[in-house]
């Protein structure tokens, strides 16, 4: 089992949908939960970060996160072609503490 | 300006040839780390560092060498490259703990030939 996955993608949203982007996570003490956003060959960018259960909101994004079923998510509203990215979701401060951990990323097109 | 410095950007060479990547940050960071970026496998860790002096191996250690004899510098050493290392190379700092962002350089696009 893998340490982080995402659904595997590509997804495709409608300009203006939500999009609704998932991840699991296999180690339970595991502290933090990054959602990062990479463009094509450009280096990944921080956009949500979320310590505790529940739902942290940044202006059009909301980060979700369940530590009982070891699951994170991320929702994009009001979606623009210029999300259109590769979304990475990464944890942090498990068995292996300094150690970020990526998931394989999921695609994501916003089409107008 | 805060950032993380990577070098080259782009490296063409021949399998066998050593070769070094260099990566330096100004914001004073503990952690540092390596990963490489292959299609559909996301980032994946190759050597991490959360002091001088202290590394430990990521996910994909072999066919590398790093070290940390200064808290700014964090080099990626490839001996003797090999094809299969054709990768796109990013490095990376965060500030100590377990809650701290990790902020990343440009990335360095390797070709292995």
């Known amino acids: 089992q893998k340490e982080v996955e995402q659904n595997s993608g590509p997804l495709s949203v409608p300009e203006g949908a939500i999009a609704s982007l998932n991840c699991t996570y296999s180690?339970?003490?595991?502290?933090?939960f990054f959602w990062y956003r990479q463009y094509s060959g450009k280096s990944p960018e921080l956009i949500m970060s979320?310590?505790?259960?529940g739902d942290k909101e940044d202006g059009r994004f909301t980060a979700q996160l369940n530590k009982a079923s070891q699951y994170v998510s991320l929702l994009i509203r009001d979606s623009q072609p210029s999300d259109s990215a590769t979304y990475l979701c990464?944890?942090?401060?498990?068995?292996?503490?300094?150690?970020?951990?990526f998931g394989q990323g999921t695609i994501l097109t916003v089409h107008p | 300006e805060a950032q993380v410095t990577q070098n080259p950007r782009y490296l063409i060479t021949v399998t066998g040839k050593k070769l070094t990547v260099t990566c330096s940050q100004n914001?004073?960071?503990?952690?540092m780390s390596w990963y490489r970026q292959d299609p559909g496998l996301g980032l994946r860790q190759i050597y991490y560092?959360?002091?001088?002096?202290?590394?430990d191996k990521g996910d994909v250690p072999e066919g590398y060498k790093v070290s940390r004899k200064e808290k700014r510098n964090f080099p990626l050493i490839l001996e003797s490259p090999s094809p299969n290392q054709t990768s796109l190379y990013f490095c990376?700092?965060?500030?100590?703990?377990?809650?701290?962002?990790?902020?990343f350089g440009q990335g360095t696009r390797l070709t292995v030939v």
């Open positions: 990376a700092s965060s500030p100590a703990g377990p809650r701290t962002e990790a902020f």
């Open positions: 180690d339970r003490v595991s502290q933090s």
């Open positions: 979320i310590y505790s259960n």
């Open positions: 990464a944890t942090k401060g498990g068995t292996s503490y300094g150690k970020l951990t």
């Open positions: 914001m004073n960071h503990e952690y």
């Open positions: 560092s959360m002091n001088v002096e202290v590394t």
